[in-house]
Nanobody
């Protein structure tokens, strides 16, 4: 099993920045792809970004965050970060870290077999 723990969520004003972190533990050798998703109540989980954690490349972003969010790997903690800039009120959500054995095309949930518990992000206007 792989355990994922997110941190870094909180409250910020519109236009501000936050940096989310995700640390992986357990059978991390199974993981070569990690990503970030978010969800608001009553809506489906939205894929935001993902990265190949072996190469640090093969990044992919959702149009809604492209140019504002950046995903990077944290080799020391077998995890990833998500730098979020120019935050908007519509970015408010529960943010989830996810991990998978390979990076598949797209940002769909089915590409990831391991999930964290989430960290809340609130953006005030």
């Amino acid at each position: 099993q792989v355990q994922l723990v997110e941190s870094g969520g909180g409250s910020v004003q519109a236009g501000g920045s936050l940096r989310l972190s995700c640390a992986a533990s357990g059978y991390t050798h199974r993981v070569s792809c990690m990503g970030w998703f978010r969800q608001v109540p009553g809506k489906e989980r939205e894929g935001l970004a993902r990265i190949n954690t072996i190469t640090g490349g093969d990044t992919l972003y959702a149009d809604s965050v492209k140019g504002r969010f950046t995903i990077t790997r944290d080799t020391a903690r077998s995890g990833v970060h998500l730098q979020m800039n120019s935050l908007k009120p519509e970015d408010a959500a529960m943010y989830f870290c996810a991990a998978g054995t390979i990076c598949v095309p797209g940002l769909e949930e089915k590409g990831f077999g391991y999930w964290g518990q989430g960290t809340q992000v609130t953006v005030s206007s």
